[in-house]
Each structure stands twice: as C-alpha cells, then as structure tokens.
C-alpha cells in the first residue's frame, strides 16, 4: 500500500511516494518557474502522473496535497496568495479529473507540517501541539485533541496577523504585525529600514536585495543593525509562544520553516522571553523544539493526511 504527498510552495512543487511505515521510495521537486493559475495545476498533474506511472505502475491509494494558504475543505477549493489566479482554485476537482477512483485530501501547509511532525518527526506520541512556521510568511498548524484545528471557514492558524505590537499601522493589513517583523521577509525589510535610518552605516547590510540570510550571516560578524534585527524577532516570536501557550496549553511547540534554520540557535532565548509573557503554569510544562523534518514537514504530513483517509496512518 501505499499513498503520494505533495507539497507546494510559491516556487516550487514536491512529491513523493511513501509506504505506511514512513518510507520515502521516491521523491521528485521541480520548479513552478513562471507558471500561474491553471498552468500550476497542470504541472501538478503531470508531475503526479509521471511519478506514479514511473514507480508505482499507475496504481495509488490516495493522495495528499499541502498548499501555501488556505484550503476550504468543503469545497476542495485553495486560495494561495503567493500563486497568481489561485483565488479559488478547484484543485481537487482537478486532480479528480485525472485520479477519478483515488482519494485526494488538500490541507493548507502549515496543518500539514504538524501532522508531520506528528507521523514521523518531534510531535510523536502528541496530541496537543504547535507547529510555528515562520519562512517567508509566518503560520501555525494547531493540534488540538489529536485533531487539527481550522476554524469556522479553514483559516485557523493564520498567526502572520497577531496583534503583538501597536498602535496600528497600515503596513500590517496585507501580511499581519507579527508577519510583517518576523517572518523571513520581515527579517529583511526591518533590516532595509534601520539601514536606511542609520547615519554613516557601511556594514554588510548595506547591499540591495537583502535577504534575511543575509542579515543571519551578519548577526555572526556582530553586526549592530543584524543584532537589532534579530533580538527584536526573538521578542516577536516569544511573544507569540506566550500567546499559544496561554490560548490553547500545548505540550510543545515545533518551530519550522525555512528561518529555522539558521534561527534554531536562538529557541533557548525565545523560551526566556515567552516565560515573561505566557499563563505561569502552562509555560513551564511545554518544550520548544526545532522541527524534525525540516524542509519536508508538510510533504509527510500531506502523506500522513492520506493514509489516514484510507484508515492507516
């Protein structure tokens, strides 16, 4: 027996085929380049069909789909901020079109990382836990009770959007306070503007395109704008801890994404920081872990969503 995960970013697109126990048998990634909309969904399918018919003689159990937004499970519809025409996107009518006689579950991301994590990586044997995305953009998969939680229209845990920081600033409405300082891309924005602020500023962040790998790299050389930037995420996302474990007392929390990473060194100070802010109690009972999995949390859990459906996993 066995099922395909897939998971799709803003850039590229990975699939592969598991065994119930975990095993990976064969994993492809591919680029999405410059494709939109149904251009997207085509390479899908013929990335699927390709991989299937390669490997597994055209035969699948079910398959598993990770998306990067959110996925409205009535309808098997996505919005995907990151892919141009997909705001609304029948993508499991689609793959359906192709695989009529094989289940197909979609999940938004960072759902799927957590699952994961739970199949296979730090989350084991747990049934209330948090995944902490924090890449490009910033999410949170939610386990609640064993099940994940989504919310009224499938949007729970879109945290980009916390409120941590204030008065209000119009800047937040398109990706969220919290987002907007820690989140991969935030890390580089901030960056640009204390550069930019900075008078006689010539250090290593004084570049165009600036990236947050590059502000993690300066950090290193003790860079003061770097060290800034990056003590300031570590009060954002200890903040944010202190929330999630006030709002829903987790026994972990798992941080991910690409940020984590090179971010891994600081969860210490981060668990210092949620202790000033979260519930007393709950604060001293979870563990802050670095994922497992890494770049592939949300390509198990995709798989992990489809064994479930077919009463494996």
């Known amino acids: 027996m066995a099922v395909v995960g ?5 850039t590229k697109l990975s699939l592969a085929i598991f ?6 048998v064969e994993k492809k990634t591919v680029l999405l380049g410059n494709k939109t909309g149904e251009a997207v969904g085509g390479l899908i399918i013929s990335t699927l069909k390709e991989i299937i018919t390669q490997e597994l003689k055209g035969s699948i159990d079910a398959i598993g789909v990770a998306v990067p937004g959110i996925s409205r499970i009535r309808t098997g519809t996505v919005w995907a901020p990151n892919i141009p025409g997909w705001h609304d996107y029948p993508l499991r009518n689609e793959i359906r079109k192709s695989f009529p006689s094989t289940a197909v ?9 957590i699952l994961g994590e739970q199949w296979q990586g730090n989350a084991k044997g747990c049934r ?5 995305a924090v890449g490009t953009g910033i999410g949170a998969g939610i386990l609640i009770g064993g099940d994940i939680l989504h919310g009224a229209q499938d949007i729970a845990g879109a945290i980009g959007w916390m409120a941590l920081n204030k008065p209000f ?12 300082h820690a989140s991969g891309s935030g ?3 901030i960056a640009v503007e204390l550069v930019n602020q900075a008078d006689g500023y010539n250090g290593k962040l004084r570049k165009s395109n600036l990236t947050a790998q590059n502000v993690f790299e300066a950090y290193e050389s003790k860079d003061e704008i ?3 930037v990056i003590n300031d995420c570590i009060q954002y996302w200890g903040m944010a801890v202190a929330n999630l474990v006030s709002l829903f007392n987790p026994e972990k929390i798992i941080f991910g994404g690409g940020v984590f990473g090179p971010a891994t060194k600081f969860i210490p100070f981060i668990q210092e920081e949620a202790q000033k802010w979260a519930q007393p109690i709950s604060i001293t009972q979870i563990t802050i872990e670095p994922s497992a999995l890494k770049e592939d949390s949300a390509l198990y859990g995709a798989a992990y969503m489809a064994l479930q459906k077919i009463g494996v996993g």
Do not use: P, Q
């Open 6 to 10: 897939i998971d799709l970013g803003a």
């Open 19 to 24: 065994t119930e126990d975990g095993k990976v």
């Open 105 to 113: 579950l979609i999940e938004s991301d960072r759902a799927c990382c």
């Open 128 to 132: 209330d836990v948090i995944f902490l």
């Open 169 to 180: 600033d119009k800047k937040y409405i398109s990706c969220g306070c919290f987002e907007y």
């Open 187 to 189: 890390i580089a924005r």
């Open 226 to 228: 770097a060290i800034a």
